[in-house]
Each structure stands twice: as structure tokens, then as C-alpha cells.
């Protein structure tokens, strides 16, 4: 549950460092409103796009399971945000208790344990995902959204210690965005012709003991100038 508590944490920090204190009433310190749901079903649309659906286009490719991973993660930034934001406005509790919810979803046990969810093809996998964009339209509750989370999470070839390195990854990676000029419109996100994930990714295995403080440096190193 160590690992669940430390993103949570991380993922708290993060909103409350973007959007000021109290984002969890639905606005930003700006007065931007807030739909974490919005954003969870753009960023699903986004990975279903890493595989290749389309009947008229690049026919015999193969899906980007590595950005597939990518996406799944930057989902559960949002998942975790959503969950966050319920349990403190029906004051369920704090972080731990959050984390140990999380913690007794069958669907986490499954993931935790390694369990895989076989697919005879590529499209079962996008039903997955559109299964868990449809529970996003219905409303549905949290531990749902959670479960479904970790189903498609499964797919996507991802660990428990997978998700945990991307997650830490990626949320260095947004702060270093934040303070670069993210909000602001001046942010490059293209580094000598690839995407900063995929620096990122490189980094991360490059050294995958590196330090949130390391990580931060050596995206400063290869930002360009």
C-alpha cells in the first residue's frame, strides 16, 4: 500500500501546486473550472489512437504499447485526482484510507498480482478501454472507475512497479513542465524532434533507481535551450 500512499501523495501536491489549495471544490486558483472525468475520457482517446483501429491506414502496423503505457498513466493522474477530490468533499477520509479503498479492489489485487487480462486481439483491448470511457458518461462511482482503470491498466502490459516509476516519472515531469512555462502557452514540448514522454521514458531506463531530484536535473540537461 506504500506505493498507492506515495502517488496519491505526489498526485495531491501536484493539484495543489497547479491549482491552488481547494481545487477539489471544482476550480482552479484562476477560477478555471475542473472535470477530471473530461479530462480521463480525452486522455482514453488518446491511447485507443497508440493502436492501430483505423481500416484505411497503416493496416498491418502493431500497436504502441509503449506509449500505451504512457497514456494509461497519464490516465491515472486523473483517476487518482477524481478520487481525491470525492473523498474530501464527502469527507471520507485522508489520503491512507483513500489508498487502503484502492487497496481492496479485486480488480487492484488482480493487478497487483501480475494477472494479465487475455485478448484474442487488439480490438477486445479498445473495448476495455471504451467499457471504462462508458462508465465515465454513466456517472459511475469512483471504486468502479478504479477497477476499470486497472483492468485497462493490465492491458496495457503494465506492473504495479511499472506504473509506480512511469507515475513518479511522469509527475516530475509535470512540475518541470509547470515551472517551464506549461500554463503559460511557452512550454516546448517536442525536444529535437521527440516528445518529452519520450525522454522521459528513455531516462527512466536508463537508470531506474534515479531520484526524483536526479530525474528533475537530467530533464534540465536535455531540455533545449
Given at each position: 500500500m506504500k506505493k498507492l500512499?506515495?502517488?496519491?501523495?505526489?498526485?495531491?501536491?501536484l493539484?495543489?501546486?497547479t491549482n491552488g489549495e481547494g481545487w477539489e471544490d471544482g476550480l482552479t486558483q484562476n477560477g478555471k473550472k475542473i472535470d477530471w472525468r473530461r479530462c480521463i475520457y480525452l486522455e482514453a482517446a488518446e491511447l485507443i489512437e497508440s493502436y492501430p483501429w483505423k481500416h484505411w491506414k497503416n493496416i498491418?502496423?502493431?500497436?504502441?504499447?509503449?506509449?500505451?503505457?504512457?497514456?494509461a498513466v497519464d490516465i491515472w493522474h486523473f483517476v487518482m485526482s477524481e478520487a481525491l477530490r470525492l473523498y474530501r468533499i464527502g469527507q471520507?477520509?485522508?489520503?491512507?484510507?483513500?489508498?487502503?479503498?484502492?487497496?481492496?479492489?479485486?480488480?487492484y489485487t488482480a493487478f497487483k498480482a501480475g494477472d494479465k487480462?487475455?485478448?484474442?486481439?487488439?480490438?477486445?483491448?479498445?473495448?476495455?478501454?471504451?467499457d471504462f470511457?462508458?462508465?465515465l458518461f454513466c456517472d459511475a462511482a469512483i471504486e468502479t472507475l478504479i477497477g476499470k482503470f486497472f483492468a485497462v491498466a493490465a492491458l496495457s502490459g503494465l506492473t504495479l512497479g511499472s506504473l509506480y516509476q512511469l507515475y513518479i516519472g511522469k509527475n516530475i515531469l509535470n512540475s518541470f513542465r509547470q515551472e517551464h512555462g506549461y500554463k503559460?502557452?511557452?512550454?516546448?514540448?517536442?525536444?529535437?524532434?521527440r516528445e518529452d514522454n519520450v525522454i522521459l521514458q528513455e531516462i527512466l531506463e536508463s537508470d531506474a533507481d534515479i531520484t526524483p531530484e536526479a530525474l528533475y536535473r537530467?530533464?534540465?540537461e536535455a531540455y533545449p535551450a
Open positions: 500512499i506515495t502517488m496519491l501523495t505526489l498526485q495531491q501536491q493539484n495543489d501546486a498491418d502496423a502493431q500497436p504502441d504499447y509503449e506509449n500505451i503505457k504512457i497514456e471520507k477520509g485522508d489520503i491512507e484510507a483513500l489508498a487502503l479503498e484502492i487497496s481492496k479492489e479485486p480488480a487480462h487475455n485478448s484474442e486481439n487488439y480490438y477486445q483491448e479498445i473495448e476495455t478501454v471504451e470511457v462508458r462508465s503559460e502557452g511557452s512550454y516546448v514540448k517536442i525536444w529535437e524532434g537530467a530533464l534540465e
